[in-house]
């Protein structure tokens, strides 16, 4: 007999608060919105616990990519965060606000959780727990410093390294980017063929530094010189003739098909003489004395706009080092700051322009402003007063052109486009200070206070006519602060389509009213209390 269970990760608290939390809205505030105010870009300031839940209703399965870089809870005290939590207090911080980003992301979406090793094998437990095993892609090792500095006096091993834990939604339709990276010349091409332009048949290969000779019109003991002395004019002459610049490798004759080896045969046969086969739907191959030739120009990418030396993005990611940030961006965020260039390579791969991008731990806005740079569509949350000193400070120069660092370069961005600012409302009921009972917030308008109602009960805010909401084509939401009574439930009804159904929240109703099938009506604040969890608890 099966046994039942599952493997999950559980600690003292894990469900002690599953209670229904109140989707806030969101309030614009038009003096910190910044450029082309057409667009969909939002910087949000408040809990981003209570901010993803607003964005609920509106971003559910639309964003493309999720990068987060939350508290490492490493016991230090950092300047804009608190990062000396206990391990049940965070795990039960990043579960609630996992299990809200997997709602938002796409079916073919990816999520990114940088983190350190502290805390590393719990949060892979969760994650595999909330995303699923199935769907965990890769685990990134991401070099951020080298072993110098103060550092390396240390004993034992010196930390260089942190992590990026990488999922899908959902790993069958996960349709990653083709990535390449740099690399450095790959020494093992080391012949050259002078006279490529001839018919294969005339080519005359020599050594690679022989080639080098040639071109430079000097002798073989005066080009080992100069490549001595100046070894990048070396790799710069192997890029600009890679289809001349050769390797000559031993095939696998047992993984070939007949026709390879057929003409592995020949070419031994004849060592002097070069053999092309051509193929229809692969790259032609070339041989000489059984061995193959493969050209450098196969090993060339285009990366950031030059064809370089690349090679397929591994796991180990040890070309983007964090050090020299300090002015990245033009905000200052000691030891929490992560290189434009890490970013850009996430939305690299999981992106393309016009997708949606999601940062919930925004800090100084590096994701918002990598995004912009790439032609994303970006959502950011920070909660701290770094979103107005370093996240909108830095946003307005990338909206304005004056950011020439990080990856502007590299995108060629020149400014242009805008964002919304948001603020994440107080709760729509408080308690009264002299009685106890609910009420709604004083600073809501009777907007926000419809708006709040349609986000609570699942509705879709779009004011038209007498409705202020719907939550499909037939059921619509009006919410009032008048008495209501059958009169007023009849003039509504004059609005309503056939088999269309009608919620009305007011203040004050007639207690003996007959309603139609098709009509509900409920009091605020009383039946709004049993819907969530609002800030001062019960009374």
């Given at each position: 007999m099966q046994k039942k269970g599952k493997l999950e990760l559980t600690w003292v608290g894990k469900y002690d608060r599953e209670e229904n939390l109140e989707p806030r809205i969101l309030v614009e505030n038009p003096a910190f919105s910044y450029g082309d105010l057409n667009t969909d870009n939002m910087l949000i300031h408040g809990d981003n616990l209570l901010a993803l839940k607003a964005l609920e209703k509106k971003y559910s399965n639309k964003v493309k990519c999720i990068y987060i870089d939350p508290p490492f809870n490493t016991g230090q005290a950092f300047e804009f965060y608190d990062d000396n939590l206990e391990i049940s207090i965070w795990l039960n911080m990043m579960r609630e606000r996992l299990y809200l980003l997997k709602q938002l992301l796409s079916e073919n979406g990816t999520i990114f959780v940088h983190i350190d090793d502290t805390y590393m094998g719990y949060l892979m437990v969760l994650m595999d727990e909330i995303f699923g095993r199935a769907n965990k892609l890769y685990t990134i090792t991401f070099k951020q410093g080298s072993a110098t500095g103060h550092k390396a006096i240390n004993p034992g091993c010196v930390t260089t390294t942190n992590f990026i834990l990488m999922y899908a939604k959902d790993k069958a339709n996960w349709k990653p980017n083709k990535i390449y990276t740099r690399r450095g010349r790959d020494e093992r091409y080391g012949k050259f063929i002078i006279n490529i332009d001839l018919n294969y048949s005339h080519w005359k290969i020599v050594t690679l530094m022989e080639g080098f000779a040639d071109y430079k019109k000097i002798e073989l003991k005066d080009a080992r010189r100069l490549v001595q002395e100046h070894p990048d004019l070396l790799d710069k002459f192997v890029i600009e003739n890679s289809d001349a610049v050769a390797q000559i490798v031993n095939p696998d004759i047992n993984n070939v098909g007949s026709e390879i080896k057929e003409i592995i045969k020949k070419s031994k046969s004849?060592?002097?003489?070069?053999?092309?086969?051509?193929?229809?739907?692969?790259?032609?191959?070339?041989?000489?004395?059984?061995?193959?030739?493969?050209?450098?120009?196969?090993?060339?990418?285009?990366?950031?706009?030059?064809?370089?030396?690349?090679?397929?993005?591994?796991?180990?990611?040890?070309?983007?080092?964090?050090?020299?940030?300090?002015?990245?961006?033009?905000?200052?965020?000691?030891?929490?700051?992560?290189?434009?260039?890490?970013?850009?390579?996430?939305?690299?791969?999981?992106?393309?322009?016009?997708?949606?991008?999601?940062?919930?731990?925004?800090?100084?806005?590096?994701?918002?402003?990598?995004?912009?740079?790439?032609?994303?569509?970006?959502?950011?949350?920070?909660?701290?007063?770094?979103?107005?000193?370093?996240?909108?400070?830095?946003?307005?120069?990338?909206?304005?052109?004056?950011?020439?660092?990080?990856?502007?370069?590299?995108t060629a961005w020149t400014g242009g486009g805008g964002y919304k600012f948001y603020e994440l409302a107080e709760s729509l009921l408080v308690k009264n200070p002299k009685l106890p009972v609910y009420q709604i917030n004083p600073s809501y308008t009777f907007d926000m206070v419809a708006e709040a109602i349609c986000k609570i009960e699942g509705f879709t805010y779009a004011p038209k006519g007498e409705f202020h909401g719907y939550s499909s084509e037939n059921r619509f939401i009006h919410v009032t602060m008048e008495f209501v009574n059958t009169k007023y439930i009849q003039s509504l009804m004059k609005n309503l389509g056939e088999r269309q159904s009608l919620l009305v929240y007011c203040k004050r109703m007639q207690g003996d009213m007959n309603l139609p099938v098709n009509v509900e009506v409920k009091r605020i604040p009383k039946d709004l209390l049993s819907k969530c969890s609002f800030e001062g608890g019960e009374f």
């Open positions: 004849l060592p002097e003489k070069i053999f092309f086969l051509h193929r229809e739907n692969d790259p032609d191959m070339y041989f000489i004395n059984g061995k193959r030739i493969l050209f450098y120009s196969n090993k060339l990418k285009k990366i950031d706009g030059e064809m370089v030396t690349g090679e397929p993005l591994t796991t180990l990611w040890d070309d983007l080092l964090s050090n020299n940030l300090h002015n990245e961006g033009g905000v200052a965020f000691p030891k929490g700051k992560k290189p434009e260039s890490l970013i850009k390579r996430i939305l690299e791969i999981s992106t393309d322009k016009g997708d949606v991008v999601l940062d919930s731990f925004l800090g100084s806005g590096t994701t918002a402003a990598v995004a912009h740079k790439m032609g994303r569509y970006w959502i950011g949350i920070e909660m701290g007063t770094q979103a107005y000193s370093h996240c909108k400070a830095r946003l307005d120069t990338v909206v304005d052109g004056k950011d020439v660092s990080g990856i502007t370069k590299a």
